[in-house]
């Protein structure tokens, strides 16, 4: 069976064109599939869809991207083609594009664009698509797919994860699919006869705002696929060049400022580079369209500018969300602050007639317009100036951005009275009147042209929410009319309800389908919206995702105790708390290994007199090994022997687990020492050097222990245990499982070097003083009277129920 998926939206018009030609194909009907997926539609796309009698979906406004994966989804095929609800496939194009994968080593295949259209525009844009063709029709292999008509296995399409749903327009979305199957080394071909027929744009105006969002798309593209910038099959080396000497011709006028030869020449040159940069497009089209091709610089040339301003854009943009945006806003700050800085210095010594600003005033301005932008970025940051998806008003923005101002204003003062320098308090107020100005329109226009993107799709962040009730449905709306912020709602998760809809959003599934969900719908973030689940089951799920690449967020409660690395956020009014999952910077991660081997060979160097003196003591009262092995669990759940010095008499079993070995009749007197001072854990340096364990981390856990551990508990297993840690300094050794563990999920949460420090440092009076045994004492007592309370409550619900029962 072959599967072709149409994605359409508002195609009323043009859906009829496609579906008579893919019903009309010479293959038998029989073995073809018509799958419409409708992109939530305001016209009666629906209803062509039916009249034809094809398979059809309506979906929530999510782009072609997401339509065309639901439509892989439903299909039935092993073999899944794709065109647009504007093109017009050949009879023939279903069994030209099916029949290179008589060749198993096949993933892709690639098919033909063609034209009826005679405007100047249109003939044009086929032109464009000649070239590509020219380049493509000698490869035995290419590297990318347009779904204007595009064919795929099925199994490889759904391995690399289907079309990035993270693409709002038909842009892009299929060379990103296209670089992910190449990546793993398919196969794609093109096939030249697999023609479909499309409408160009036919205006100028059109034709632009396309080329804008494609350069604008593909810079997203690659950021995923760098090494795909210097070359790919489909994209004219040419085209690069275009842009690059395009722009040089754009600017070469201004050397007419150095002379009028200097002008001349630099026009001249950049002109000649730009037409040597369009001779292949010219070369490889001629034959195809000769009046046409002559012509061509005249379009190249704007074309190429347009380009060259899309991929700006694109780079201001950028693919790492939140991150991209605050780092351009800062760099805008810090050149209009410098600029103005400038300008000040420009305006006091030379408008006003003031020759000398400082007493040095070199001396001065070198250091501080580098100064100053950097105090202008730190304060902005500190006041929150570099947030994004804020719902700031544009009034309070600009209340914000003048007080950040006036605290800068202030610092430079005082910083100036300290350094007892030799200020113009004119020269300030010159720098201050002419930044306000530059920094407020630079942000303004910034922001402006973000909010815009964001509202349309560019780059939004894909949510899951989790729950359905008054929560959920708050923060759906609170999304829904704030759509500068830049999220998607995909869905909701809840254990009843499947398929009910709130807002256009529908109940997707429950809680034990929630990465399934997340693969199919290209989840970003996950909301946790005070769901109808028990918090042990919370936690298990925030594991889950741990695994996942997806942020986590959970709507705050009168009652959310959080107290490792979490951060307040919020969507709109609502405040949420953004569960972080720390992780070691690289550069403290090796830090961390070297001082570990580093310190645990200095230590066994030094401590091995005292391992000698201890083996012949322990030699001398019980006969038997030195050391005993016993079973523990490491890093990532990894099995090890563990050493120790033996504390026990000869043939006694080693036990461990909330039962102390120093009242314990088979402990010799030695070994009651050696326990108490912690000592007897000192061979534990030779696992540090076969990097089993760290010198400081959790406690290691027997492995029966570790098999009774639900989903949230295995985050203890991610990093290697130590030999001292937050356990062990603060006397809790012989605690129970559950008591331990918020030590080493505190640790885990917050582990630093410093933190590393410190708990080295408190062992070695913990070792020398020990513990409380009345405090270790009491803690224990405390959990069986815990025990034996829950016994009696239990009881007595039970009791309250047989009376209730027995009433009525």
């Known amino acids: 069976m072959i599967s072709v998926i149409v994605p359409a939206f508002n195609a009323e018009k043009t859906l009829p064109h496609t579906l008579r030609a893919l019903q009309n194909q010479t293959l038998p009907r029989k073995l073809y599939e018509i799958i419409v997926i409708d992109d939530a539609s305001k016209d009666g796309t629906g209803s062509v869809a039916r009249e034809f009698g094809v398979r059809y979906r309506r979906q929530n406004k999510e782009g072609p991207a997401a339509a065309r994966n639901l439509?892989?989804?439903?299909?039935?095929?092993?073999?899944?083609?794709?065109?647009?609800?504007?093109?017009?496939?050949?009879?023939?194009?279903?069994?030209?594009?099916?029949?290179?994968?008589?060749?198993?080593?096949?993933?892709?295949?690639?098919?033909?664009?063609?034209?009826?259209?005679?405007?100047?525009?249109?003939?044009?844009?086929?032109?464009?698509?000649?070239?590509?063709?020219?380049?493509?029709?000698?490869?035995?292999?290419?590297?990318?797919?347009?779904?204007?008509?595009?064919?795929?296995?099925?199994?490889?399409?759904?391995?690399?994860?289907?079309?990035?749903?993270?693409?709002?327009?038909?842009?892009?979305?299929?060379?990103?699919?296209?670089?992910?199957?190449?990546?793993?080394?398919?196969?794609?071909?093109?096939?030249?006869?697999?023609?479909?027929?499309?409408?160009?744009?036919?205006?100028?105006?059109?034709?632009?705002?396309?080329?804008?969002?494609?350069?604008?798309?593909?810079?997203?593209?690659?950021?995923?696929?760098?090494?795909?910038?210097?070359?790919?099959?489909?994209?004219?080396?040419?085209?690069?060049?275009?842009?690059?000497?395009?722009?040089?011709?754009?600017?070469?006028?201004?050397?007419?400022?150095?002379?009028?030869?200097?002008?001349?020449?630099?026009?001249?040159?950049?002109?000649?580079?730009?037409?040597?940069?369009?001779?292949?497009?010219?070369?490889?089209?001629?034959?195809?369209?000769?009046?046409?091709?002559?012509?061509?610089?005249?379009?190249?040339?704007?074309?190429?500018?347009?380009?060259?301003?899309?991929?700006?854009?694109?780079?201001?943009?950028?693919?790492?969300?939140?991150?991209?945006?605050?780092?351009?806003?800062?760099?805008?700050?810090?050149?209009?602050?410098?600029?103005?800085?400038?300008?000040?210095?420009?305006?006091?010594?030379?408008?006003?007639?003031?020759?000398?600003?400082?007493?040095?005033?070199?001396?001065?301005?070198?250091?501080?317009?580098?100064?100053?932008?950097?105090?202008?970025?730190?304060?902005?940051?500190?006041?929150?100036?570099y947030r994004t998806k804020t719902c700031l008003s544009k009034l309070?923005?600009?209340?914000?951005?003048?007080?950040?101002?006036?605290?800068?204003?202030?610092?430079?003062?005082?910083?100036?009275?300290?350094?007892?320098?030799?200020?113009?308090?004119?020269?300030?107020?010159?720098?201050?009147?002419?930044?306000?100005?530059?920094?407020?329109?630079?942000?303004?226009?910034?922001?402006?042209?973000?909010?815009?993107?964001?509202?349309?799709?560019?780059?939004?962040?894909?949510?899951?929410?989790?729950?359905?009730?008054?929560?959920?449905?708050?923060?759906?709306?609170?999304?829904?009319?704030?759509?500068?912020?830049?999220?998607?709602?995909?869905?909701?998760?809840?254990?009843?309800?499947?398929?009910?809809?709130?807002?256009?959003?529908?109940?997707?599934?429950?809680?034990?389908?929630?990465?399934?969900?997340?693969?199919?719908?290209?989840?970003?973030?996950?909301?946790?919206?005070?769901?109808?689940?028990?918090?042990?089951?919370?936690?298990?799920?925030?594991?889950?995702?741990?695994?996942?690449?997806?942020?986590?967020?959970?709507?705050?409660?009168?009652?959310?105790?959080v107290t490792s690395q979490t951060v307040i956020d919020g969507i709109a009014d609502i405040p949420m708390i953004e569960i972080h999952k720390r992780r070691f910077r690289h550069l403290q991660d090796l830090i961390k290994a070297s001082m570990d081997y580093l310190l645990g060979t200095i230590f066994l160097l030094l401590s091995l007199p005292f391992w000698l003196i201890f083996a012949l003591i322990i030699r001398i009262e019980s006969p038997g090994p030195v050391f005993v092995r016993v079973d523990r669990i490491g890093k990532n759940g990894r099995r090890f022997k563990l050493f120790r010095f033996r504390t026990l008499f000869k043939d006694a079993t080693f036990q461990e687990g909330g039962t102390s070995e120093l009242n314990d009749s088979r402990t010799t007197r030695f070994g009651r020492f050696l326990s108490k001072t912690r000592l007897d854990e000192w061979p534990q340096l030779l696992n540090i050097l076969l990097g089993h364990m760290s010198l400081v981390g959790p406690r290691p856990e027997l492995p029966e222990l570790v098999a009774e551990y639900k989903e949230w508990q295995k985050l203890r297993l991610e990093v290697k245990p130590g030999i001292t840690g937050l356990w062990q300094i603060m006397g809790r050794r012989d605690l129970f499982l559950h008591q331990n563990l918020e030590y080493d999920f505190y640790y885990i949460k917050n582990r630093s070097l410093l933190l590393d420090l410190t708990i080295l440092l408190r062992t070695i009076p913990a070792m020398i003083f020990g513990s409380s045994p009345v405090y270790r004492g009491w803690l224990v007592n405390a959990e069986l009277e815990r025990q034996k309370f829950n016994v009696y409550t239990k009881g007595q619900e039970v009791d309250e129920k047989l009376t209730k029962s027995a009433s009525a």
């Open 71 to 385: 439509g892989v989804r439903i299909a039935r095929g092993d073999i899944v083609l794709f065109t647009d609800s504007d093109c017009v496939p050949r009879e023939d194009w279903i069994e030209k594009m099916v029949k290179p994968f008589e060749d198993p080593r096949v993933a892709g295949v690639m098919g033909r664009y063609l034209t009826r259209q005679k405007e100047f525009c249109a003939r044009f844009v086929q032109l464009e698509f000649e070239e590509r063709f020219s380049m493509l029709g000698d490869r035995d292999n290419i590297d990318l797919v347009p779904s204007f008509a595009a064919a795929f296995r099925r199994s490889i399409f759904e391995e690399v994860g289907g079309f990035d749903a993270h693409y709002p327009q038909a842009n892009n979305e299929d060379v990103e699919l296209s670089y992910k199957i190449a990546s793993r080394g398919y196969k794609m071909i093109f096939s030249d006869d697999a023609v479909v027929y499309h409408r160009h744009p036919s205006n100028w105006k059109k034709y632009f705002s396309i080329k804008f969002s494609r350069a604008f798309w593909r810079i997203l593209v690659y950021k995923k696929f760098p090494g795909k910038i210097l070359k790919d099959t489909y994209t004219p080396q040419s085209l690069k060049a275009q842009i690059l000497t395009a722009y040089l011709l754009l600017v070469s006028p201004l050397a007419f400022l150095l002379g009028v030869a200097w002008g001349l020449a630099a026009v001249g040159t950049a002109l000649v580079l730009f037409l040597a940069s369009c001779f292949p497009f010219i070369y490889r089209t001629y034959s195809f369209d000769p009046q046409m091709a002559l012509a061509a610089p005249l379009v190249l040339f704007p074309k190429s500018i347009i380009s060259g301003w899309g991929v700006f854009m694109g780079l201001m943009t950028g693919s790492e969300r939140d991150t991209i945006f605050p780092i351009v806003l800062a760099i805008s700050d810090g050149i209009m602050s410098a600029v103005a800085l400038t300008l000040g210095f420009i305006i006091r010594s030379k408008l006003l007639g003031v020759s000398v600003v400082f007493s040095k005033p070199l001396e001065y301005f070198y250091p501080l317009v580098v100064i100053f932008p950097l105090l202008v970025i730190i304060v902005f940051r500190q006041m929150g100036l």
């Open 396 to 561: 309070n923005q600009l209340v914000l951005f003048f007080r950040a101002f006036a605290v800068v204003a202030l610092v430079v003062m005082a910083g100036m009275f300290v350094l007892k320098m030799n200020y113009s308090r004119s020269l300030l107020l010159i720098v201050f009147l002419t930044a306000l100005p530059l920094m407020a329109i630079a942000r303004l226009t910034l922001n402006a042209i973000h909010e815009r993107m964001l509202a349309k799709g560019v780059n939004a962040t894909r949510v899951l929410i989790v729950g359905a009730g008054e929560a959920a449905q708050m923060v759906l709306e609170k999304i829904h009319n704030f759509p500068s912020l830049g999220y998607y709602v995909v869905g909701f998760i809840a254990e009843a309800g499947m398929g009910k809809r709130y807002l256009g959003r529908e109940i997707l599934g429950s809680s034990k389908d929630i990465r399934r969900i997340i693969e199919e719908n290209q989840v970003d973030e996950v909301i946790f919206a005070r769901p109808n689940l028990s918090r042990e089951k919370v936690l298990d799920l925030i594991v889950q995702l741990g695994k996942e690449n997806v942020a986590v967020k959970m709507v705050s409660d009168l009652y959310d105790i």
